[in-house]
């Protein structure tokens, strides 16, 4: 049974900075890929950053340049440092690992104030 966990939600004013971390737990040898989705109210869960085991990482072209995305896949954990915050980016986020199969986080709320 893989269980993810994360960690670092919270209020910032816009422009400032924070770090979402995740941590799975479970039979897990290597993961295939991690990252972060995150879904606002009213709309569709969105991808934000994903990286794969082999260091690979993909961005939505709305955080390029202030989000950045890191794991380790011996400890089966991944964060997103979030930088130059904005009012957008105000939404659940979700942590996210592939491995055979999808499995997903239970959500942190990140709000953003203007």
């Known amino acids: 049974q893989v269980h993810l966990v994360e960690s670092g939600g919270g209020l910032v004013q816009a422009g400032g900075s924070l770090t979402l971390s995740c941590a799975a737990s479970?039979?897990?040898?290597?993961?295939?890929?991690m990252g972060w989705y995150r879904q606002a109210q009213g709309k569709e869960r969105e991808l934000v950053a994903t990286?794969?085991?082999?260091?690979?990482?993909v961005y939505a072209d709305s955080v390029k340049g202030r989000f950045t995305i890191s794991g380790d896949i011996a400890k089966n954990t991944v964060s997103l440092q979030m930088n130059s915050l904005k009012p957008g980016d105000t939404a659940v986020y979700y942590c996210?690992?592939?491995?055979?199969?999808?499995?997903w986080g239970q959500g942190t709320q990140v709000t953003v104030s203007s």
């Open positions: 479970g039979n897990i040898f290597r993961f295939n890929a």
């Open positions: 990286i794969t085991r082999a260091g690979g990482t």
């Open positions: 996210w690992l592939l491995y055979g199969l999808n499995y």
